[in-house]
């Protein structure tokens, strides 16, 4: 269950996990806070009409820490990622950091869910447009140092 009671209208993003007519979510701006939601509680909102253009600018994580920043060139959109894992606090009082990146070129797509992958790093991550307005990161661990990841719900900036 979520943290605090949500008010009305919060949006929420509905993965597909649905236990007896609950379904599992998570705020948009805050992914450390998900829980349940009643079925009888939810206005579902269907994907908008994909528009590739509005995925150009720069997106930030609901953590603050991983960003992307995505341009357009000809019939080719660049993703540029950079994110951080902060660690604990090492004997010299010094948090640990581990730092990932990633960079690649893919066709403009036809549909809001898509691919990229970067072949210097074997970083694959699946991109899901939502509405038009928030992007949704799912990668397969190999993109950049240990526990970095860029998993999580995106939003401009």
Known sequence: TYSKKLKKSTEVIINKTKI??????????NTND???ISSNDLIIVSNQNYNSDLLIGNWIDSYGVSKLTVSKKNN???FIGNSVWYGLVDENNERITHEGTF??????????????????????????????????????????????????????I
């Open 20 to 29: 007896n007519g609950l379904y599992c979510s998570n705020k948009i701006y």
């Open 34 to 36: 998900s829980g349940f």
């Open 76 to 78: 080719l959109l660049h």
């Open 103 to 156: 960079e690649s070129n893919i066709v403009i797509p036809k549909i809001n869910l898509f691919f990229t992958y970067d072949y210097s790093t074997d970083c694959l991550i699946k991109f899901n447009f939502v509405n038009n307005k928030y992007l949704v990161l799912n990668d397969n661990s190999n993109c950049g140092g240990m526990n970095v990841r860029f998993n999580g719900i995106y939003h401009k």
